[in-house]
Protein backbone atom coordinates (compact mmCIF):
# COMPACT_ATOMS: atom_id res chain seq x y z
CA UNK A 1 0.00 0.00 0.00
CA UNK A 2 1.26 3.69 -0.04
CA UNK A 3 1.27 3.74 3.41
CA UNK A 4 3.84 0.84 3.46
CA UNK A 5 6.25 2.27 0.95
CA UNK A 6 5.84 5.63 3.20
CA UNK A 7 7.15 3.62 6.00
CA UNK A 8 9.43 1.89 4.30
CA UNK A 9 11.05 5.65 3.19
CA UNK A 10 10.32 7.19 6.67
CA UNK A 11 12.64 4.26 8.34
CA UNK A 12 15.25 4.33 5.46
CA UNK A 13 14.29 0.79 4.19
CA UNK A 14 14.65 1.04 0.77
CA UNK A 15 17.75 -0.51 0.05
CA UNK A 16 16.54 -3.47 2.50
CA UNK A 17 13.63 -4.08 0.83
CA UNK A 18 13.86 -2.90 -2.22
CA UNK A 19 12.60 -4.44 -5.86
CA UNK A 20 16.01 -5.33 -6.57
CA UNK A 21 16.18 -8.02 -4.40
CA UNK A 22 15.37 -11.88 -5.21
CA UNK A 23 13.17 -14.70 -3.42
CA UNK A 24 13.92 -14.25 0.13
CA UNK A 25 16.03 -11.02 0.11
CA UNK A 26 19.00 -12.79 -1.65
CA UNK A 27 21.08 -9.74 -3.07
CA UNK A 28 22.48 -11.56 -6.31
CA UNK A 29 18.74 -12.29 -7.50
CA UNK A 30 20.11 -13.87 -10.39
CA UNK A 31 21.95 -16.56 -8.99
CA UNK A 32 20.30 -19.80 -7.67
CA UNK A 33 20.11 -20.13 -3.57
CA UNK A 34 18.38 -21.34 -1.04
CA UNK A 35 16.37 -23.94 -2.71
CA UNK A 36 13.95 -23.98 0.17
CA UNK A 37 12.90 -20.43 -0.06
CA UNK A 38 12.54 -21.08 -3.70
CA UNK A 39 10.14 -23.77 -2.83
CA UNK A 40 7.98 -21.90 -0.54
CA UNK A 41 8.18 -18.85 -2.93
CA UNK A 42 6.57 -21.08 -5.50
CA UNK A 43 4.20 -22.67 -3.14
CA UNK A 44 3.10 -19.51 -1.64
CA UNK A 45 1.39 -18.54 -5.19
CA UNK A 46 -0.14 -21.71 -6.24
CA UNK A 47 -3.51 -21.19 -6.90
CA UNK A 48 -2.95 -17.40 -5.91
CA UNK A 49 -4.94 -16.38 -9.76
CA UNK A 50 -2.07 -13.78 -10.19
CA UNK A 51 1.82 -13.81 -9.68
CA UNK A 52 3.76 -11.91 -7.06
CA UNK A 53 4.37 -9.50 -9.95
CA UNK A 54 0.89 -9.35 -10.99
CA UNK A 55 0.51 -11.16 -14.24
CA UNK A 56 -2.90 -12.62 -14.57
CA UNK A 57 -3.15 -15.94 -15.15
CA UNK A 58 -1.36 -17.63 -11.86
CA UNK A 59 2.12 -17.41 -10.99
CA UNK A 60 3.02 -21.67 -11.04
CA UNK A 61 5.30 -20.82 -14.02
CA UNK A 62 7.18 -17.74 -12.10
CA UNK A 63 9.65 -19.25 -9.76
CA UNK A 64 10.55 -22.17 -12.20
CA UNK A 65 13.35 -22.92 -9.41
CA UNK A 66 11.08 -23.69 -6.62
CA UNK A 67 8.78 -25.70 -9.09
CA UNK A 68 11.73 -27.74 -10.35
CA UNK A 69 12.94 -28.33 -6.62
CA UNK A 70 9.67 -29.38 -5.58
CA UNK A 71 9.70 -31.35 -8.50
CA UNK A 72 12.97 -33.57 -7.55
CA UNK A 73 11.99 -33.88 -4.30
CA UNK A 74 8.38 -35.63 -5.29
CA UNK A 75 10.55 -38.00 -8.14
CA UNK A 76 12.98 -38.89 -4.96
CA UNK A 77 10.00 -39.78 -1.79
CA UNK A 78 8.32 -41.91 -5.16
CA UNK A 79 12.03 -43.88 -5.55
CA UNK A 80 12.11 -44.23 -1.86
CA UNK A 81 8.40 -45.65 -2.17
CA UNK A 82 8.85 -47.86 -4.37
CA UNK A 83 12.11 -49.04 -3.00
CA UNK A 84 14.60 -48.00 -6.13
CA UNK A 85 16.37 -45.52 -3.92
CA UNK A 86 17.19 -45.92 -0.27
CA UNK A 87 18.53 -43.09 1.89
CA UNK A 88 20.05 -43.60 5.01
CA UNK A 89 20.70 -41.47 8.28
CA UNK A 90 20.72 -41.79 11.89
CA UNK A 91 18.22 -39.02 13.59
CA UNK A 92 19.98 -37.22 16.19
CA UNK A 93 18.03 -36.11 19.18
CA UNK A 94 20.60 -33.42 20.37
CA UNK A 95 21.82 -35.05 23.24
CA UNK A 96 24.25 -35.99 21.22
CA UNK A 97 26.97 -33.82 22.87
CA UNK A 98 25.48 -33.98 26.26
CA UNK A 99 26.08 -37.52 26.74
CA UNK A 100 29.93 -37.49 25.42
CA UNK A 101 30.61 -34.82 28.06
CA UNK A 102 28.62 -36.79 30.44
Request: charged content about 30%; hydrophobic content about 30%; glycine content about 12%.
Amino acid sequence: TEDDQEDVRVRRWTEAVGSVRGVAGIRKYDTVKCLHTHSAHYLAFLGSGSGSNGNEGGNMEENLVGKWALEAVEELVRNMNSGKVEIGFEASTGDDEKQQTA
